[in-house]
């Protein structure tokens, strides 16, 4: 009886799996005659923007820019009090530029090597004694070694004054690209360290934006391609955009894969922060 009941049950959930199986069989497998559209919604971000902090604890000195004014890369835009590492600096640099010691140097090398040529040809001659001969090669070896030292000492000038230089840098914050101040977040005399954001900048010429698409659609995209896009309220316009990125990595939840796309706004001068997405008929 036992075995007949589960003949029975085997019987209809085989029957079950093959309904479902016809079912599935039914469904078109043409995908081009299904449509539907998928929609990939991204945020569109400056491709440079910083926050930039101070690389020593110290005290506000400066600040040479307010928010909205733009920079140029490599304008001071915040000075910490530095006052002893400028004075470091400029001894540093008057070292390196005393070279009248090489030049008094030089001046004896070339009075020795005239003199131990004069020399060289009377010994040849027989007119001057070895000793005289010998002590002419020494002058000239010393004066040699001389001027070998002063460049010595020069170079390692040069290069203190160059660490010295690198020292004060630390004081100064510096725009890494051009651009346009957005936030100020610190005032003279305050006391800042290491992890205290003071300035931030972006540079609003170039916007970045990631996009999750359909594997299907991602394939159909190449490196350097130029794409359109349509941005979202309130600004609801078209641009068109270059693919920088694709990504080898699929989402296996969406089956998706994120692409990284670059807006030129030079001349569109949009604001940032907006949403853009990558309409598709699949």
């Not at 010595?152 to 203190?160: D, I, P, S």
């Not at 931030?200 to 996009?211: E, F, H, N, R």
């Not at 350097?224 to 609801?236: D, E, F, H, S, V």
Request: charged share 15%.
């Amino acid at each position: 009886m036992n075995q007949y009941r589960l003949s029975t049950v085997a019987l209809v959930f085989g029957s079950i799996l093959i309904g479902d199986f016809a079912v599935a069989q039914s469904t078109p497998t043409n995908t081009s005659q299904v449509t539907r559209t998928v929609n990939s919604y991204g945020l569109a971000v400056p491709k440079d923007q910083v926050s930039l902090r101070a690389a020593v604890d110290g005290h506000v000195a400066q600040i040479f820019f307010e928010e909205g004014q733009t920079v140029k890369q490599g304008d001071v835009v915040v000075e910490l009090e530095c006052q002893p590492a400028r004075a470091r600096l400029k001894i540093a640099q008057l070292e390196a530029a005393n070279t009248g010691v090489l030049q008094n140097a030089n001046a004896a090398l070339a009075v020795a090597a005239a003199n131990f040529k004069r020399f060289s040809a009377l010994y040849q001659q027989q007119a001057s004694s070895e000793l005289e001969f010998n002590e002419a090669r020494l002058r000239l070896d010393t004066a040699t070694a001389g001027v070998k030292i002063e460049q010595e000492r020069l170079a390692t000038n040069q290069a203190r004054a160059e660490l010295a230089a690198a020292e004060l840098e630390q004081f100064l914050l510096r725009a890494p690209f051009d651009g346009q101040i957005v936030q100020v977040q610190t005032s003279v005399g305050e006391s800042v360290s290491l992890t205290n954001n003071l300035i931030q900048i972006v540079s609003l010429d170039t916007y970045q934006i990631d996009l999750f698409v359909p594997i299907a659609q991602a394939n159909k995209l190449t490196v350097g391609q130029t794409i359109p896009l349509q941005i979202n309220a309130p600004l609801n316009q078209s641009v068109t955009a270059t693919l920088l990125f694709r990504s080898p990595l699929i989402e296996a939840a969406t089956g998706t894969t994120r692409v990284t796309l670059e807006i030129d706004n030079r001349q569109l001068k949009l604001p940032a922060g907006f949403t853009a997405s990558l309409p598709e008929v699949m």
